[in-house]
């Protein structure tokens, strides 16, 4: 078995970023004596989150903050309302690891939104990143996600109809060819309303596009492709879909105790296989996974 880990696999600058700002505050704590929580899951890795737990660093919300204690922003950003609760303690450290790119967003919706645009927003609405998001904004929006496309059709019309003036933004780890689908359907439905605008913003993490690009070269030039990832993150599910569209044999995994014998059987029976990993996923993990598989060979 040939076993081949894509380009650009893996941990990406705003989660390395996060993981070293959390080192340094768990190593200040050691030293100071006061307790270290997260608000929010940093990333969405459940085992690296364990990790965590492990040497005392807690999920916590707002409810759960004490005074003498240091608080640690997770990568995904949060909310408008959350921060005004942070700050109604004086006793706190805080440590922001909010993606860069993600505070790029908040600050472009906030600041076209109090121009009097609505704002289009495609991702997921349950999701951390853009809660975070869509609390920023002064005026009216609209979330859609690619699987509403469809469904939601008539409400998108009617929410372009309804405003003269529109700016659109995608979640950072969307996938490009989903967000010009959208905005060609938008920039359509706009060209036939005189005076109305509409301007979007490029807001796809560029380490996300190399990610998947990557993984789907690999994945046409192998028998089969796994992926390493939290099955609550965001951008590994999309990057599993890239994949899974271009070789069957596609398993999206958190560790190697997640194969099924049957998986396992398919392979074995696989002379390439091609190793991807969203961008919670630690270089650690990666590895692991390719040692498991070269187990296999034996």
Not at 62 to 85: D, F, L, M
Not at 158 to 171: E, L, N, P, R
Not at 174 to 201: C, D, I, Q, W
Not at 274 to 296: K, N
Request: charged fraction near 25%; aromatic fraction near 6%.
């Amino acid at each position: 078995m040939k076993i081949t880990v894509a380009d650009n696999s893996g941990v990406c600058f705003g989660v390395r970023r996060a993981f070293s700002l959390l080192e340094e505050a768990v190593e200040n704590a050691k030293k100071s004596g006061i307790k270290v929580s997260m608000l929010g899951p940093l990333i969405h890795n459940p085992r690296v989150i364990a990790q965590y737990a492990e040497k005392g660093v807690k999920v916590i919300d707002t409810g759960s903050i004490t005074e003498n204690s240091c608080v640690v922003i997770r990568s995904h950003g949060i909310t408008k309302e959350e921060r005004a609760q942070l700050d109604r303690f004086s006793g706190i450290t805080l440590v922001d690891t909010t993606c860069p790119y993600v505070q790029r967003i908040h600050q472009l919706v906030e600041k076209r939104s109090s121009e009097g645009f609505a704002v289009l927003i495609m991702g997921d609405r349950e999701h951390s990143e853009v809660r975070g998001i869509t609390s920023k904004i002064s005026g009216d929006f609209f979330v859609i996600h690619p699987s509403e496309f469809d469904s939601k059709s008539k409400e998108l019309a009617s929410f372009t109809a309804d405003h003269a003036k529109i700016f659109a933004v995608a979640q950072t780890t969307s996938r490009p060819a989903n967000y010009e689908y959208l905005l060609k359907k938008v920039r359509k439905t706009v060209a036939a309303m005189p005076g109305h605008r509409f301007l979007a913003a490029e807001t796809i993490c560029t380490a996300t596009l190399k990610r998947q690009d990557s993984a789907g070269e690999l994945a046409k030039k192998t028998d089969s492709m796994v992926v390493v990832g939290g099955k609550n993150s965001s951008n590994t599910s999309k990057l599993f879909q890239v994949v899974s569209e271009k070789n069957s044999n596609s398993f999206w995994v958190e560790s190697p105790e997640d194969f099924t014998v049957s998986d396992i059987e398919t392979l074995k029976r696989s002379g390439s296989v091609g190793i991807t990993a969203g961008a919670s996923t630690p270089d650690e993990q990666i590895a692991e996974m390719r040692s498991f598989l070269e187990s296999l060979n034996g």
